[in-house]
């Protein structure tokens, strides 16, 4: 992303962007993809007791989509430990074990390693202010031993087939949902993690990518873009559903211990032999055979092609130890492969601002709204801005609910963006709108300066029945985006 690409870090706090102060990175996004595209943005950040700029180049809205950290804990469980020490709702993991962390699997890891051992946290308590961020409170808890009996999620063995491609990113037009990566320049790619390592190191490099694309071969040259420290990005994730091919068993790895080997085709799970794959078939109860985890023992018969014979084979899930986040008072997940890990949401603390700044703050946001909105638009126009992301009734729904979930006052946020769009909307010279109306007028008062009759009836019908068309195709067009990132392929 942007950001990452110009130095930003994980922790660093945005304090402005080209002299405009940022309050929040939802700010932060839309004062950068407020400037055309390709123009070096400066912005300034604190990071530890430096304040640093950095030169950011605006890019499509697709490029910056910096997160806050995930480390918002959800209430803690009654009567235990984590709660004894004032620990609450909504308070933040800052570190473990004195290491910073910002995302939820890092903190999960570090705190799963100790087993009957200490371990201190620091926990941000944000106030409505936010004028005690840097007060951090230290506690320290014992985890008890808990085993898991885990089937490993080994990447090595998942083809490289491609699953969603990300707008406005290396591969967008060119890859598609459903190709399989065969060749990167003259290097063989098997795996997912063999394609990525390859592209890895070719940021910036043109590269040809050869795909077997409904039965035919197929070569394109991508380059791919530079994201954090210099890794290359074609902006492309793994296939929706997975394969059934073993594509690359490593010595040493579960599998091979198994008795797997690379290229077998599975074929049959606990006796069910139909279209089944490495996740199983959930509604017909047929379980998984990648990223298991349970809480007891576990043994998986299975079957695989190899070399043209059935091969039977057992895979016995291999217990786990690791520090009990449910026993110290970490609300916990409770699905698959997650089961037993950290609950914990991203950082959105409410913020009350002071009588005065909330009115001043309050007459200018509506303001810069209709600015950005404006900019957008020029965007969409000039071929700056992709036009899947403008949404519908659908995404404005789910827009809706996540941003009431969060408070009464983003809610309102919302509301205003909301109107301020439909009002920019309606005063744009499309037939049927009242900026279409406008149109209607000044043709009128054209024609009424050079002695000719306002226009026809018919001309008038005809004018409205082409708005009509286009509002209605710019409805099916939103509603599809909607359905689209809805169903996970936008």
Known sequence: FAEAKAGIQAGDVVLEVDGRKIDSLEKLRIEMIRHPNGTMVPVKVKRGDETLTKQVESMRSGFHDSKPPMLMLVEPIAGSSLRSMGVEEKDEIVSVNGKRVYVQHEADALLKQNVDKDVTLEIRRRGPTFDNDDKLRTVTLRL????????????????????????????????????YILRLGDKKIASWPQMKSVIEVSGGTPIPVTVRRDGEEKTFTITPAKGE??????????????????????????????????????????????DVSFEGIPKQKVPAVWGVREAGPLKIAIEVERGGKRVPLTLTAEPKEEGDLAAAGFQTLDEGWLKGGLKSGA???????????????????????????????????????????????????????????????NFVWLLCLITVNLGIFNL?????????????????????????PPPSEKFIAGFQYVGLAFILSLFVFVTYNDIFRLIGRG
């Open 144 to 179: 008890p031993k808990k085993v898991w009996y885990e089937i490993p999620r080994d990447d090595n063995v998942i083809e490289a087939r491609v699953g969603n491609v990300m707008d406005d990113h290396a591969a967008s037009g060119i890859l598609k949902t459903g190709d």
């Open 229 to 274: 420290g210099g890794k290359g990005l074609l902006g492309i994730g793994p296939y929706e559903k997975m394969g059934n091919v073993f594509a690359d068993v490593k010595p040493g790895s579960f599998y091979d211990r198994m008795g797997i080997q690379t290229g077998d085709k599975l074929v049959k799970i606990e006796g069910f032999s139909g």
């Open 347 to 409: 950082s959105m603390p409410f913020r009350r601002r002071p009588f005065l700044e909330a009115v001043k703050v309050g007459l200018v946001e509506p303001i810069d709204i209709t600015v950005m909105t404006v900019d957008i638009l020029k965007k969409v126009l000039t071929g700056g801005e992709s036009a899947k992301g403008f949404s519908g009734p659908i995404g404005i729904m789910q827009a809706s609910y996540a941003f009431a979930e969060r408070a009464f006052g």
């Open 428 to 452: 744009l010279p499309i037939p049927i709108l009242d900026g279409g109306h406008n149109v209607l007028l000044g043709i009128e008062v054209v024609r009424k300066w050079f002695g000719k």
